[in-house]
C-alpha cells in the first residue's frame, strides 16, 4: 500500500514520483494506493470527482482509493490545517475499516499525514516505509513559510517520531538520508530518486533563425519556484522566455506580461505531461530555479529533462546543482544572484546549444538516471 497525498491526474513532482513508484512495483506486488480526492494544485476538487464523499478504481493495474478531503491552497494557515486533517480523519476511517497489507508505504511531507499513519499502524506489525521528499518543517523555515515557535516545534516532534518508526526511509537526496541520520539511526536508509520512467524522444535542432536563445519553464507558479521574480530580473537581450504551468503566481505573470508586450515573454498555460515533453524538445534551453536554496531539495526536473536531452540552466544552489555539474547537463548560476544568472545567460550561445551537446546530455541520462535499475535496488531492500 502506499498511502500519499498527491497522485495523478493531479500534476507535479510529487504525483509523478508516486505514479512511477506504483507503476513499477505493480508487476511484484498488488499494489494499492490510498490518495485524496484530486485537487492539487488548484485547491479545488477536480470536476470528475466534484460530489463524491470518495472514489474506488483500478487504473493502470493499479488499485487507487480516493478519500474525502477538505480541499483548500488558501494562504490561511487554519484553513490549510483543516484541509490536512480532513484527509487525516479519512485515513483514520480508511485504515480502521480496511484490510492493511504487510508493506506500506508512507508519502510525507505532509507531515501531520505522515504521522497519523505512522502512529496508526507503528503496532500493526508491518513493514513502515517512508518515502521523504522534503524536509519538513525546515524547509517550510527556508522558504518563509513557518516562524521558529510553539507550532514549528511541535512539527518538528512529528518529524523525529515519523523517522523513528519507520524500518526503512526512502530519501530523494543524500542531504535528506544526512538529516534523517542526525535524528535517528533506527532505520535502514536508502537513495531514492525521482528518475521519470519516459521514452527517450528524437532530438532536433532547435537554432532560432533570430539568434536569440529560447528558454523555457514549465512547472508549478508558485513560492519556492520564484518564476514572477524571475521574470521582473533576467536580462532579456539574448533569450526568449515561455512559460508553461500553472499555480499561486499565474495571474500576476499574466498581468506582467499583459502591461510589457514588448518583453518577450510568453505564457502558454497548463497542458498535459505528455503533450509538455514533446513541447520541450522545440526549446533550446530550460532553467531550474529555486526562490532560495532548500536543504534536502533536488528538483526531480533534472532527472527528467536529461532523459529529453534539454540543456538545463540551474538556479538553486544545493545538491541539484552538484548533479548539474557532476554529469554535465548545462550550466549554473549562483543561487539567488541574478546579477550572476544574467552573466551566464549572456555566455551562453544559441551555437553551444546544439545536438551534439542535447544527445550527450541525454546518453548521460540513460546511463546515471535509470529508473529500472534503482527500481530493482529497491525492490532488494523492501
Not at 74 to 102: C, E, G, Q, T
Not at 203 to 219: H, R, S, W
Not at 267 to 288: A, C
Not at 299 to 324: C, H
Request: glycine share 6%; net charge positive.
Amino acid at each position: 500500500m502506499i498511502i500519499t497525498s498527491y497522485f495523478p491526474p493531479e500534476i507535479g513532482a510529487a504525483s509523478n514520483r508516486i505514479f512511477h513508484l506504483a507503476d513499477g512495483l505493480k508487476d511484484d506486488y498488488d499494489v494499492n494506493v490510498v490518495t485524496p480526492l484530486p485537487n492539487y494544485p488548484t485547491g479545488k476538487i477536480f470536476s470528475a470527482y466534484k460530489g463524491k464523499f470518495s472514489s474506488k478504481t483500478v487504473e493502470n493495474g493499479i488499485k487507487i482509493n480516493r478519500l474525502w478531503i477538505y480541499a483548500s491552497v488558501s494562504k490561511n494557515k487554519f484553513l490549510r490545517l483543516i484541509a490536512m486533517l480532513s484527509y487525516s480523519f479519512s485515513l483514520v476511517w480508511f485504515i480502521m475499516w480496511h484490510k492493511i497489507p504487510d508493506k506500506v508505504i508512507v508519502q510525507s511531507p505532509p507531515l501531520l499525514v505522515s504521522f497519523t499513519c505512522m502512529f496508526l499502524l507503528r503496532y500493526k506489525k508491518r513493514k513502515l516505509i517512508l518515502n521523504v521528499s522534503d524536509l519538513w518543517p525546515s524547509a517550510g523555515l527556508e522558504l518563509g513559510a513557518l516562524k521558529e515557535g510553539f507550532a514549528y516545534n511541535i512539527l518538528k516532534k512529528l518529524e523525529a517520531f515519523n523517522y523513528k518508526k519507520a524500518d526503512l526511509i526512502l530519501g530523494q537526496s543524500n542531504e535528506i538520508l544526512n538529516h534523517v541520520k542526525t535524528i535517528t539511526t533506527k532505520p535502514e536508509l536508502f537513495l531514492y530518486r525521482n528518475f521519470p520512467e519516459i521514452e527517450f524522444p528524437k532530438l532536433k535542432d532547435t537554432t532560432a533563425p533570430n539568434g536569440k536563445i529560447k528558454m523555457v519553464y514549465a512547472g508549478l507558479l508558485g513560492v519556492a519556484q520564484g518564476i514572477y521574480k524571475l521574470c521582473n530580473e533576467i536580462d532579456y537581450t539574448a533569450i526568449e522566455f515561455h512559460i508553461y504551468g500553472s499555480g499561486a503566481e499565474e495571474q500576476v505573470i499574466k498581468s506582467l506580461i499583459e502591461t510589457n508586450k514588448d518583453l518577450p515573454l510568453y505564457f502558454h498555460g497548463r497542458v498535459n505531461r505528455t503533450e509538455l515533453h514533446k513541447v520541450l524538445l522545440s526549446y533550446d534551453l530550460t532553467i531550474i530555479p529555486l526562490l532560495n536554496r532548500i536543504y534536502g531539495s533536488v528538483p526531480s526536473k533534472i532527472f527528467e529533462y536529461a532523459k529529453l536531452g534539454l540543456p538545463m540552466l540551474y538556479f538553486g544552489g544545493g545538491e541539484g546543482e552538484d548533479i548539474i555539474k557532476k554529469n554535465n547537463l548545462g550550466w549554473v548560476a549562483k543561487e539567488s544572484d541574478y546579477e550572476d544568472l544574467n552573466t551566464v545567460l549572456k555566455s551562453i550561445s544559441s551555437q553551444r546549444l546544439n545536438l551534439e551537446l542535447k544527445a550527450a546530455i541525454q546518453h548521460t541520462a540513460m546511463i546515471q538516471f535509470d529508473f529500472r535499475k534503482q527500481l530493482s535496488a529497491l525492490k532488494e531492500v523492501l
